[in-house]
């Protein structure tokens, strides 16, 4: 794995793991990208529905797929940040079936983790770099927190970035989305920005 070289400039990745462009997340991880090329840093932005490729990982780990060029340029993204600020919605208790496809698919043992013999957990390839999460939703936040104890978000933080080295510094949920009162967009927003401090 490349170690991350200092600059002058933050190196930033923006990832809108909505599967559509016409989306609330992606006007929300437009609005980050926006904001963290205002505060001086380098954005690279990718759109999940740009990205072509087999989001399952047919054998598990017992045989390689080959990866498809938008998987070998994503991970190419993520060893060149040293900041992920993802935006996807939540569906179904979790996200989208693509954006679970490309974490299947690109965080592979090999790049973003490696088991090392006689240690009971793996190495953190990813290390080094941080995590900013927001994550929509129609569940009222403080449901999601009392009733289903922010499964996907804790899962997420500690079982995908955390297990890959990349350190949450940042995570939201907003919502309701559905239903919202007039104006509530602005919190959301709000929050968008927050994510490129």
């Known amino acids: 794995m490349t170690d991350i070289t200092t600059t002058d400039r933050k190196r930033v990745l923006v990832l809108n793991g909505h599967p559509s462009r016409a989306s609330l997340c992606a006007a929300l991880a437009e609005e980050a990208a926006k904001a963290a090329g205002e505060a001086g ?32 340029a994503f991970q190419a993204d993520l060893i060149w940040c040293q900041t992920l600020i993802l935006v996807h919605p939540l569906w179904w208790g979790g996200p989208p079936a693509k954006l679970k496809g490309l974490f299947d698919r690109a965080l592979l043992p090999g790049f973003a983790f490696a088991y090392v013999e006689g240690k009971p957990l793996p190495d953190k390839l990813l290390a080094g770099r941080t995590a900013r999460v927001l994550v929509t939703t129609d569940t009222p936040v403080w449901f999601l927190w009392l009733v289903y104890r922010n499964a996907w978000l804790g899962a997420l933080r500690r079982q995908i970035l955390d297990f890959t080295g990349l350190k949450v510094t940042m995570m939201k949920a907003v919502g309701p989305i559905r239903g919202a009162s007039p104006g509530a967009d602005k919190g959301w927003f709000a929050a968008a920005r927050r994510l490129a401090r």
């Open 41 to 72: 840093a380098e954005v690279r932005m990718r759109h999940l529905q740009d990205m072509t490729f087999d989001p399952d990982l047919t054998d598990g780990y017992k045989a390689r797929k080959d990866l498809e060029p938008d998987l070998i």
